[in-house]
């Protein structure tokens, strides 16, 4: 399992019809930071959870759901909390000698903004959602 896909249970546009990442160490620092940012505003562990025992843990959300952790998200992205995150728990996979350490964590941080972004189109549209596994094919 090195990527992860999220299908959408009643997609009213084509960006809620899937959401794909190539790597699952991104969906890991996604997951992370939403962990991280959960407050009694969003039940986190209510609605996201391991699937498969060696899997991350994925979004099971109907679709009241999937538009309210897309508001929650806008919101903790457009008041700069998601980034705070980001930079301390992408920071921890990069060496502290590394000449080009600032440079990196920078483009690390607008790759996964730019990736949850796109998580945030997929849960405006998707009508609820699950991860799909290559076990559950």
């Given at each position: 399992m090195s990527d992860i896909l999220l299908v959408g249970h009643a997609p009213s546009a084509d960006a809620g019809k899937?959401?794909?990442l190539h790597c699952m160490?991104?969906?890991?620092d996604i997951v992370s930071a939403i962990e991280e940012l959960a407050?009694?505003?969003y039940p986190?562990?209510?609605v996201f959870y391991r699937d498969h025992f060696l899997a991350p843990m994925s979004p099971h959300l109907n679709g009241a759901q999937a538009c309210r952790l897309a508001e929650f998200l806008t919101e903790r992205r457009d008041?700069?909390?998601l980034n705070q995150v980001l930079d301390r728990i992408l920071t921890e996979y990069i060496d502290e000698d590394d000449e080009e350490r600032e440079e990196i964590l920078?483009?690390?941080i607008c790759e996964r903004m730019a990736q949850i972004d796109?998580?945030?189109e997929f849960l405006q549209a998707c009508g609820g959602c699950q991860a799909q596994?290559?076990?559950d094919a």
């Open positions: 899937e959401y794909f160490d991104w969906w890991v407050d009694e505003s986190f562990h209510e008041e700069g909390d920078e483009d690390r796109e998580f945030i596994w290559y076990t």
